[in-house]
Protein backbone atom coordinates (compact mmCIF):
# COMPACT_ATOMS: atom_id res chain seq x y z
CA UNK A 1 0.00 0.00 0.00
CA UNK A 2 1.46 3.64 -0.85
CA UNK A 3 -0.01 5.39 2.00
CA UNK A 4 1.71 5.08 5.05
CA UNK A 5 -0.75 2.98 7.88
CA UNK A 6 -1.14 4.20 11.41
CA UNK A 7 1.13 2.66 13.90
CA UNK A 8 -0.20 0.33 16.02
CA UNK A 9 0.92 1.17 19.08
CA UNK A 10 -0.39 4.48 18.84
CA UNK A 11 -4.39 3.01 17.74
CA UNK A 12 -3.76 0.65 21.11
CA UNK A 13 -2.73 3.50 23.29
CA UNK A 14 -5.28 5.87 22.20
CA UNK A 15 -8.30 3.33 22.05
CA UNK A 16 -6.94 2.47 25.55
CA UNK A 17 -7.32 5.79 26.59
CA UNK A 18 -10.30 6.23 25.12
CA UNK A 19 -12.38 2.70 26.00
CA UNK A 20 -10.60 1.38 29.15
CA UNK A 21 -13.16 -0.72 29.03
CA UNK A 22 -13.91 -1.84 25.65
CA UNK A 23 -16.30 -5.12 26.69
CA UNK A 24 -18.62 -6.81 23.99
CA UNK A 25 -22.00 -4.68 23.77
CA UNK A 26 -24.38 -7.71 24.02
CA UNK A 27 -25.35 -8.28 27.82
CA UNK A 28 -24.91 -11.99 28.97
CA UNK A 29 -24.01 -13.83 31.75
CA UNK A 30 -22.07 -17.05 30.61
CA UNK A 31 -20.44 -18.25 27.19
CA UNK A 32 -24.04 -19.81 26.23
CA UNK A 33 -25.46 -16.46 26.31
CA UNK A 34 -22.99 -14.51 24.60
CA UNK A 35 -23.13 -17.36 21.85
CA UNK A 36 -26.59 -17.07 21.37
CA UNK A 37 -27.20 -13.32 21.78
CA UNK A 38 -24.08 -13.07 18.81
CA UNK A 39 -25.57 -15.14 16.64
CA UNK A 40 -28.67 -13.11 17.01
CA UNK A 41 -26.88 -9.83 16.32
CA UNK A 42 -25.87 -10.51 12.68
CA UNK A 43 -27.39 -7.58 10.68
CA UNK A 44 -29.50 -6.67 13.34
CA UNK A 45 -28.25 -3.79 16.43
CA UNK A 46 -26.85 -5.06 19.57
CA UNK A 47 -29.57 -2.75 21.39
CA UNK A 48 -32.68 -4.80 19.99
CA UNK A 49 -30.57 -7.79 21.17
CA UNK A 50 -30.17 -6.76 24.56
CA UNK A 51 -34.16 -5.70 24.86
CA UNK A 52 -35.22 -9.22 23.78
CA UNK A 53 -32.33 -11.42 25.78
CA UNK A 54 -33.75 -11.04 29.02
CA UNK A 55 -37.22 -12.68 28.55
CA UNK A 56 -35.54 -15.41 25.79
CA UNK A 57 -32.70 -16.84 28.41
CA UNK A 58 -35.45 -16.78 31.36
CA UNK A 59 -36.86 -19.08 29.00
CA UNK A 60 -34.30 -21.31 27.66
CA UNK A 61 -31.80 -20.90 30.52
CA UNK A 62 -29.41 -23.57 29.30
CA UNK A 63 -28.48 -25.71 25.85
CA UNK A 64 -31.02 -28.35 26.61
CA UNK A 65 -33.98 -26.58 26.94
CA UNK A 66 -32.64 -24.59 23.54
CA UNK A 67 -32.20 -27.85 22.11
CA UNK A 68 -35.77 -29.21 22.98
CA UNK A 69 -37.43 -25.93 22.45
CA UNK A 70 -40.80 -25.33 19.83
CA UNK A 71 -39.22 -24.21 16.90
CA UNK A 72 -42.53 -21.96 16.44
CA UNK A 73 -42.45 -20.64 20.20
CA UNK A 74 -38.80 -19.95 19.75
CA UNK A 75 -39.13 -18.01 16.27
CA UNK A 76 -42.00 -16.19 18.08
CA UNK A 77 -39.68 -14.72 20.82
CA UNK A 78 -37.47 -13.70 17.99
CA UNK A 79 -39.69 -12.72 16.07
CA UNK A 80 -38.18 -8.68 16.34
CA UNK A 81 -34.98 -9.41 15.03
CA UNK A 82 -34.14 -9.89 11.35
CA UNK A 83 -33.95 -13.02 9.92
CA UNK A 84 -35.53 -14.29 12.81
CA UNK A 85 -36.34 -17.86 11.67
CA UNK A 86 -33.07 -18.62 10.43
CA UNK A 87 -31.85 -17.33 13.55
CA UNK A 88 -33.75 -19.82 15.40
CA UNK A 89 -32.45 -22.52 13.33
CA UNK A 90 -29.04 -21.85 13.76
CA UNK A 91 -29.36 -21.57 17.68
CA UNK A 92 -31.24 -24.58 18.00
CA UNK A 93 -29.19 -26.72 15.88
CA UNK A 94 -25.88 -25.50 17.40
CA UNK A 95 -27.49 -25.79 21.24
CA UNK A 96 -28.17 -29.45 20.23
CA UNK A 97 -24.63 -30.02 19.10
CA UNK A 98 -23.69 -28.46 21.85
CA UNK A 99 -25.38 -30.86 24.27
CA UNK A 100 -24.72 -33.95 21.95
CA UNK A 101 -20.79 -33.24 21.75
CA UNK A 102 -20.19 -31.08 24.46
CA UNK A 103 -22.30 -32.16 27.30
CA UNK A 104 -24.07 -28.98 27.14
CA UNK A 105 -20.99 -26.72 27.97
CA UNK A 106 -20.28 -24.03 25.03
CA UNK A 107 -16.57 -25.32 23.68
CA UNK A 108 -13.75 -22.88 24.25
CA UNK A 109 -11.75 -23.68 21.16
CA UNK A 110 -11.97 -21.35 17.81
CA UNK A 111 -11.40 -25.12 15.80
CA UNK A 112 -14.89 -26.51 17.76
CA UNK A 113 -16.75 -23.72 18.20
CA UNK A 114 -17.15 -22.97 14.01
CA UNK A 115 -18.54 -26.37 13.40
CA UNK A 116 -21.61 -24.89 15.45
CA UNK A 117 -23.93 -24.41 13.16
CA UNK A 118 -24.55 -20.03 12.56
CA UNK A 119 -21.17 -19.84 14.27
CA UNK A 120 -18.45 -18.43 12.08
CA UNK A 121 -14.82 -17.11 12.48
CA UNK A 122 -16.23 -13.65 14.15
CA UNK A 123 -19.21 -14.97 16.76
CA UNK A 124 -15.99 -17.46 17.78
CA UNK A 125 -13.82 -15.05 18.19
CA UNK A 126 -15.94 -12.74 20.48
CA UNK A 127 -16.71 -15.46 22.36
CA UNK A 128 -13.53 -16.55 23.21
CA UNK A 129 -11.77 -13.70 23.88
CA UNK A 130 -15.25 -12.45 25.80
CA UNK A 131 -15.58 -15.87 28.07
CA UNK A 132 -12.61 -17.82 27.91
CA UNK A 133 -9.47 -15.51 28.43
CA UNK A 134 -7.68 -16.56 24.83
CA UNK A 135 -7.74 -13.68 22.79
CA UNK A 136 -8.95 -13.10 19.34
CA UNK A 137 -9.29 -10.98 16.20
CA UNK A 138 -13.13 -10.43 15.72
CA UNK A 139 -13.47 -8.81 12.27
CA UNK A 140 -17.08 -7.39 12.09
CA UNK A 141 -18.09 -4.75 9.55
CA UNK A 142 -16.38 -1.79 11.60
CA UNK A 143 -13.09 -3.53 12.41
CA UNK A 144 -12.72 -4.22 8.86
CA UNK A 145 -13.57 -0.90 7.43
CA UNK A 146 -11.41 0.50 9.92
CA UNK A 147 -8.40 -1.08 9.59
CA UNK A 148 -8.54 -0.73 5.74
CA UNK A 149 -8.88 3.56 6.42
CA UNK A 150 -5.93 2.89 8.97
CA UNK A 151 -3.94 1.40 6.33
CA UNK A 152 -3.06 -2.21 8.54
CA UNK A 153 -4.73 -4.02 5.52
CA UNK A 154 -5.71 -4.22 2.31
CA UNK A 155 -8.15 -7.36 2.22
CA UNK A 156 -12.04 -6.98 2.18
CA UNK A 157 -12.20 -10.81 2.96
CA UNK A 158 -12.91 -11.05 6.91
CA UNK A 159 -10.64 -14.14 7.27
CA UNK A 160 -7.61 -12.31 5.49
CA UNK A 161 -8.22 -9.13 7.41
CA UNK A 162 -7.97 -10.97 10.62
CA UNK A 163 -4.88 -12.82 9.62
CA UNK A 164 -3.05 -9.06 8.36
CA UNK A 165 -4.36 -8.18 12.00
CA UNK A 166 -2.95 -10.86 13.83
CA UNK A 167 0.91 -9.96 12.61
CA UNK A 168 0.74 -6.69 13.86
CA UNK A 169 -1.21 -6.03 16.43
CA UNK A 170 0.04 -8.34 20.29
CA UNK A 171 -1.41 -11.07 20.31
CA UNK A 172 -2.82 -10.30 24.47
CA UNK A 173 -4.47 -7.53 22.81
CA UNK A 174 -6.53 -8.60 20.44
CA UNK A 175 -9.86 -8.74 21.76
CA UNK A 176 -9.24 -5.48 23.28
CA UNK A 177 -7.60 -3.97 19.82
CA UNK A 178 -11.08 -5.31 18.30
CA UNK A 179 -13.91 -3.98 20.56
CA UNK A 180 -11.59 -0.70 20.71
CA UNK A 181 -11.92 -0.22 16.83
CA UNK A 182 -15.71 -1.36 16.98
CA UNK A 183 -16.60 1.70 19.57
CA UNK A 184 -14.37 4.14 17.73
CA UNK A 185 -16.10 2.95 14.36
CA UNK A 186 -19.39 3.45 15.81
CA UNK A 187 -18.93 6.67 17.73
CA UNK A 188 -16.68 8.60 15.09
CA UNK A 189 -15.20 6.59 12.35
CA UNK A 190 -18.63 5.95 10.62
CA UNK A 191 -19.43 4.27 7.61
CA UNK A 192 -21.13 7.03 5.38
CA UNK A 193 -19.64 10.14 7.15
CA UNK A 194 -16.74 9.82 9.45
CA UNK A 195 -16.29 12.53 11.59
CA UNK A 196 -12.98 12.71 11.12
CA UNK A 197 -12.31 16.52 12.85
CA UNK A 198 -13.54 14.80 15.82
CA UNK A 199 -10.69 11.54 15.25
CA UNK A 200 -7.76 11.65 17.74
CA UNK A 201 -6.08 9.92 14.80
CA UNK A 202 -6.90 12.58 11.94
CA UNK A 203 -3.09 14.01 11.47
CA UNK A 204 -1.48 10.83 10.77
CA UNK A 205 -4.39 8.20 9.54
CA UNK A 206 -4.06 7.75 5.75
CA UNK A 207 -7.94 7.99 5.55
CA UNK A 208 -7.82 5.17 2.59
CA UNK A 209 -11.02 5.10 0.76
CA UNK A 210 -13.00 8.54 2.34
CA UNK A 211 -14.56 10.81 0.41
CA UNK A 212 -13.63 14.46 0.98
CA UNK A 213 -17.39 16.56 0.58
CA UNK A 214 -16.76 19.18 -1.30
CA UNK A 215 -15.89 22.59 -0.33
CA UNK A 216 -18.07 25.40 -0.26
CA UNK A 217 -16.53 27.22 -2.92
CA UNK A 218 -17.07 24.46 -5.53
CA UNK A 219 -21.05 24.26 -4.86
CA UNK A 220 -21.00 27.96 -5.39
CA UNK A 221 -18.75 27.64 -8.22
CA UNK A 222 -21.58 24.61 -10.00
CA UNK A 223 -24.59 27.14 -8.80
CA UNK A 224 -23.27 29.82 -10.77
Not at 56 to 61: G, I, Q, S, T, V
Not at 118 to 137: I, M
Not at 160 to 178: A, C, N
Not at 194 to 220: D, H, K, M, N, Y
Request: hydrophobic residues 40%; positive net charge.
Amino acid sequence: MSATPLPVRRILRVLGEKFPDAVTALNHENPLQLLIATILSAQCTDVRINIITPALFAKYPDAASFATADRKELEAALASVNFFRNKAKNVQLACRAIVERYNGQVPDTLDELVTLPGVGRKTANVVLGDSFAPPGVTVDTHVGRLSRRMGLTGETNPVKVERDLMKIVPRKQWTQFSHGLILHGRSICKARKPLCEECPFLAACPRIGVVEPPSPSSQLEKKS
